[in-house]
């Protein structure tokens, strides 16, 4: 157990991150309890790996934690849904235009924008959630996801292709 001064540490560096460890376990189980169980365990492995925490980005390191406890849990509790690696071979040749993503995104409302993200596969929806929504770095993406940077940036450029489809078909039903 961690010592009264580690625990301050721990709380005064990492507790200001809770927010977005709620908001990306929120969007990889899909469920609010399930997310509250998600973050409460990872923050304990968290506390009770600190020492291993070598500085750094704090948000970076427990979004990683954060992660794997979310995959972990949907394994256990759901089978198999952990992301499948992105393959360059597969989805080469489909480059995504950033106009009709704005388009897209400006047409949408709330709902219909959390609905087109609940659609994307974890390994998208993930990116989408560190980036646009939790503002990190490619960088801590990549060291959240332990993903090289290129496979960020294609993933990332994937998703938003995806959600800029469904968003605009989304809006076209309605019209």
Excluded: C
Excluded at 138 to 166: F, H, N, Q, W
């Amino acid at each position: 157990m961690p010592d009264e001064s580690t625990a301050v540490d721990f709380e005064r560096t990492f507790t200001p991150h809770m927010d977005a460890a709620y908001n990306l376990a929120r969007w990889l189980v899909r469920d609010d309890h399930d997310a509250q169980d998600v973050v409460q365990e990872a923050y304990l492995r968290a506390l009770r790996f600190a020492s291993g925490f070598r500085g750094g980005d704090p948000r970076a390191w427990i979004l990683a934690i954060v992660r794997n406890t979310a995959f972990t849990f949907l394994k256990r509790n759901r089978g198999s849904n952990s992301p499948v690696e992105f393959d360059e071979n597969v989805h080469r040749g489909e480059l995504e235009d950033a106009g009709l993503e704005a388009e897209a995104v400006r047409g949408a409302d709330g709902t219909m924008i959390r609905d087109a993200l609940n659609e994307l596969t974890e390994e998208f929806r993930e990116v989408i959630v560190m980036r646009d929504i939790e503002g990190l770095s490619y960088k801590e993406i990549a060291d959240a996801a332990d993903v090289p940077i290129g496979t960020v940036m294609s993933r990332l450029a994937r998703a938003r292709g995806k959600l800029a489809r469904s968003l605009k078909e989304r809006i076209a039903k309605e019209s």
